[in-house]
């Protein structure tokens, strides 16, 4: 029984310094999180670049990380704006085919039997 105990006491604690310790960064996390959004391009992609490229499309691997970090600035700040940003970069993901997307067949040992 004192175990259990121990656990949820630990447990609560650890989620209030969790809860209270985004409340206190929470003007800093909205503060990147909108200048992040200032860098996004208009089909929801990032790059490498210090500010939207018209050069072409975002890259993928940074566009993920990036969308994921406005995500958690959404559960911080409750900005809807926040939310936006990481629903576009997730939609440019999406529609990435990578080139081979309907081309591979994952039978293809057995295709010609």
């Known amino acids: 029984m004192m175990k259990k ?3 949820f006491a630990i447990l609560s604690v650890a989620i209030l310094l969790l809860m ?3 409340r206190v ?3 800093g996390i ?3 999180a909108d ?5 996004q391009n208009t089909d929801g992609s990032f790059t490498w670049e210090h500010g939207p490229s018209t050069a072409g ?3 993928k691997n940074v566009t993920g990380p990036t969308g994921m970090g ?3 600035a959404y ?3 409750g900005d809807a704006d926040h939310l936006t940003g990481a629903t576009k970069a997730a939609d440019f993901l999406s529609a990435q085919t990578f080139g081979w997307v309907g081309t591979y067949n994952p039978f293809f040992f057995i295709k010609d039997l």
């Open 20 to 22: 209270c310790s985004s």
């Open 30 to 32: 909205q503060s990147g």
């Open 70 to 72: 406005l995500l958690s």
């Open 35 to 39: 200048h992040i959004l200032t860098i």
């Open 75 to 77: 559960g911080v700040t």
């Open 25 to 27: 960064f929470a003007d």
């Open 5 to 7: 105990f121990r656990r």
């Open 57 to 59: 499309p975002g890259h």
